[in-house]
């Protein structure tokens, strides 16, 4: 943890104080907010301030409201008498709206951040924290390379075909199934999909005449007959050197860089789908990656889990990992109730539910096997057609056994989609 010791002033501590207590997470109640809306109006016509100071606390009350968090807190300078000198922190919320804390009141006699909060102490002991993680995600982080963290969204990727509209499963383990099949090329159906073929975010590149399939609700078998994409979905083969991934010139056809995710901040470019490298990172390659792991039944909804880089077991709890159980890995390893879950996803548990694939009106491997798409596809003319998921499988050939790898697959597969955010590390 940073630690760093300075004095805010005495109007600030005074919303925090009226604000909160305690850590906010998802059981913060919008009647709690509307309380503290109108402390904050009660405090700013009975206070004397500088406009500064009530914009400081309308800016704070509207990411209460908004649950914008906090995702980068910076040492201020200014050059006093020649020499740079930090007056103060600061701190940047996801919507890029700013505050400015400056050394102030001795109201205030410790200031520390990490990955996850800001804690503030007051000179009582009043201990004050706030969130400093996107909106819609887990609260805790992933490492996908030796140098990069990410934080995960919290629920895989769902779309309403009539509306339009994008969001996040309300629960991790929240699954569709053989509904998604309802929705094959059919724009008018009403319902959530959660599966979706390989770069079908919505965008059409108008350079590309080999895409013909990038809405989220098309899964067809029908050939395109065009060479370059014979199946029309994603960016078009050119040649071996061309790199197909749904990054930099196709960065749009990823999900969640083109579309916003109404639970998740609600603007485009947030959010990105994982590639093929940083899936298997967080799988096999980070430090202990193995006792990270394991197969679990979470309010009967079959999964894998991965525990972020730091986690704290619940006391009450017990974690079964693919390095203690073995190869053969079982659903029945891990069972928790919706309740338990919760105590799981406050300490920053990421729960990926096995949903199968669809092709055409075919579900396949519901409850058994896990697809999730990443960012990244196969090189050269054998792939021309071909995209890749990381594949899940926990019950594969009649027996109980677990494979966690990346695969080329046709990109006409609908397979599932969980986004991540990058941390902003200081």
Aim: glycine share 8%; proline share 3%.
């Amino acid at each position: 943890m940073k630690r760093i010791h300075l004095f805010l002033s005495l109007t600030l501590g005074l919303l925090l104080a009226l604000a909160s207590c305690k850590k906010y997470d998802d059981s913060f109640l919008r009647s709690e907010v509307d309380d503290v809306q109108k402390r904050l109006e009660n405090l700013v016509q009975s206070v004397n301030q500088n406009e500064s100071d009530i914009q400081t606390l309308q800016t704070l009350i509207q990411a209460l409201q908004d649950r914008n968090y906090i995702v980068a807190v910076e040492p201020w300078h200014e050059l006093i008498d020649g020499t740079s000198q930090i007056i103060g922190y600061n701190i940047r919320f996801q919507n890029d709206t700013e505050i400015l804390i400056k050394h102030g009141n001795s109201q205030f006699k410790d200031f520390e951040y990490d990955l996850d909060y800001v804690y503030m102490t007051l000179a009582d002991g009043t201990r004050i924290d706030i969130e400093r993680a996107p909106v819609g995600a887990i609260k805790h982080a992933f490492s996908v390379s030796a140098t990069k963290r990410v934080f995960f969204s919290k629920g895989n990727l769902q779309y309403n075909c009539q509306t339009g509209l994008w969001r996040f499963a309300e629960h991790q383990y929240d699954v569709i199934g053989l509904n998604n099949t309802n929705s094959v090329d059919n724009p008018k159906y009403f319902q959530w999909i959660s599966l979706f073929a390989w770069g079908t975010s919505g965008w059409h590149d108008p350079n590309d005449d080999g895409n013909t399939h990038y809405m989220p609700h098309e899964h067809t078998v029908a050939a395109t007959g065009v060479t370059n994409n014979p199946t029309g979905y994603g960016p078009s083969f050119v040649n071996a050197s061309t790199d197909l991934s749904l990054v930099g010139t196709y960065a749009n056809y990823d999900w969640g860089v083109h579309n916003p995710i109404s639970n998740g901040g609600n603007q485009r470019g947030l959010w990105r789908t994982p590639t093929k490298a940083e899936w298997d990172y967080v799988i096999k390659s980070r430090p202990d990656a193995k006792k990270k792991l394991g197969a679990a039944a979470v309010n009967e909804v079959n999964g894998i889990i991965l525990l972020p880089d730091e986690f704290e077991l619940p006391d009450t709890l017990t974690f079964a990992s693919w390095e203690e159980i073995g190869v053969k890995l079982s659903f029945t390893d891990n069972t928790y109730t919706a309740g338990q879950w919760k105590a799981m996803e406050r300490q920053g548990a990421l729960f990926l539910p096995v949903e199968g694939r669809v092709y055409n009106t075919n579900l396949d491997g519901f409850g058994t096997d896990g697809f999730y798409q990443t960012a990244t596809a196969p090189l050269g003319s054998a792939y021309k057609d071909r995209s890749t998921s990381l594949i899940l499988l926990t019950d594969y050939g009649g027996g109980t056994r677990s494979d966690f790898y990346t695969n080329s697959g046709d990109r006409k597969y609908c397979c599932s989609v969980r986004l991540i955010q990058d941390v902003v590390e200081e």
